[in-house]
Each structure stands twice: as structure tokens, then as C-alpha cells.
């Protein structure tokens, strides 16, 4: 149950980042009170504060229930997820020096997650 929850956890902060990604794409933020306030009202910055709130009350459970030296490191599994995004969604280049160290997240939270 708690790897589901990983994984759904994973999914809701990636999720989240990739609303606020799509949100952000064109829009020239400035940082006074009006570029602040367009940025708040921003549908996609709004869903993906809201998605990013239920990953946060799933992690506060895992939080509450796992060793954080196991779920942590697992949780870097969001690296890998948001490049596959990248590459899916926004066409981002990734060149074969990131897929080796995407690999290398991979492996590490293998290694972390055997009992």
C-alpha cells in the first residue's frame, strides 16, 4: 500500500510541475504585485497548486507511516517522471549523459527500496 501511495504521490507532484510548467510558458512574470496577482489567477498555476496540495497531504501520511530514509530517496523517481515529460510534452532534448543519470535515479531507488 505504501508504494502505491508513492507512486500516486509522485504522480500528483509531477503532475503539479507540469501544470505550473504550461502556466508559466509565455507568460512574462514580473515580480510586482500585478505580475504576482496574473500569476496567481493563472488556471494551470491554480490546478497545479491544488494537485501539489493533495501530494503534499499524501506525503504528510507516508511521512507518518515509513522510514524516511525509504521513501525519500524513492520519491526522486519525480526526476524521472518529469523527464519523461519534458521529452513527451514540452520536446525538451535530453541528451544521453541525462538518461545515464536518469538510470542511475532509477537503480538507486531499486537499491533503496529492497527490504
Not at 499524501?58 to 507518518?64: D, K, N, P, Q
Request: glycine share 8%; with cysteine; net charge neutral.
Amino acid at each position: 500500500m505504501m508504494y502505491l501511495l508513492l507512486l500516486l504521490n509522485i504522480i500528483f507532484l509531477v503532475a503539479g510541475q507540469t501544470l505550473w510548467k504550461i502556466g508559466l510558458s509565455g507568460m512574462d512574470l514580473e515580480f510586482t504585485v500585478h505580475g504576482v496577482i496574473n500569476m496567481i489567477i493563472n488556471p494551470y498555476i491554480l490546478g497545479g497548486l491544488s494537485i501539489y496540495s493533495v501530494a503534499t497531504v499524501i506525503w504528510f501520511y507516508i511521512l507518518s507511516k515509513a522510514e524516511l530514509s525509504v521513501v525519500y530517496p524513492i520519491q526522486s523517481l519525480c526526476y524521472v517522471a518529469a523527464a519523461v515529460i519534458a521529452l513527451l510534452i514540452f520536446k525538451e532534448n535530453i541528451p544521453p549523459t541525462r538518461w545515464f543519470g536518469i538510470g542511475l535515479i532509477v537503480l538507486g531507488a531499486c537499491f533503496v527500496s529492497i527490504k
